[in-house]
Nanobody, 119 residues
Framework: VQLQASGGGLVQAGGSLRLSCTASGRTFSRYVMGWFRRAPGKEREFVARINWSGARIYYADSAEGRFTISRDNAKNTVYLQMNSLKPEDTAVYYC?????????????WGQGTLVTVSS
């Protein structure tokens, strides 16, 4: 499975970006898709995840109310709409995929896309 993330860039505080991540290759029949990020000098952290049907969505507290995760299964793509961006959102954002069955685990990771928010 290959995951290709895109949509990162430089944006001013208060601005918006939309990240996309497309899965290709042999995936699970049903899979969870998620976003993580790693800020400079910090550990990687969870941002959001969405199950196969889109009925179960979870956000980190830092993303709640500002970010929206969605997916298009026909395109094998997950999106992360990020609004009201803050300088502390600056990070490399990674998408990940895992089987949608029981306990969530992340089996495949994308290469990351850099988001820089200027103050």
């Amino acid at each position: 499975v290959q995951l290709q993330a895109s949509g990162g860039g430089l944006v001013q505080a208060g601005g918006s970006l939309r990240l996309s991540c497309t899965a290709s290759g042999r995936t699970f029949s049903r899979y969870v898709m998620g976003w993580f990020r790693r800020a400079p000098g910090k550990e990687r952290e969870f941002v959001a995840r969405i199950n196969w049907s889109g009925a179960r969505i979870y956000y980190a507290d830092s993303a709640e109310g500002r970010f929206t995760i969605s997916r298009d299964n026909a395109k094998n793509t997950v999106y992360l709409q990020m609004n009201s961006l803050k300088p502390e959102d600056t990070a490399v954002y990674y998408c990940a995929v895992g089987p949608d069955a029981g306990v969530v685990r992340w089996d495949y990771w994308g290469q990351g896309t850099l988001v820089t928010v200027s103050s």
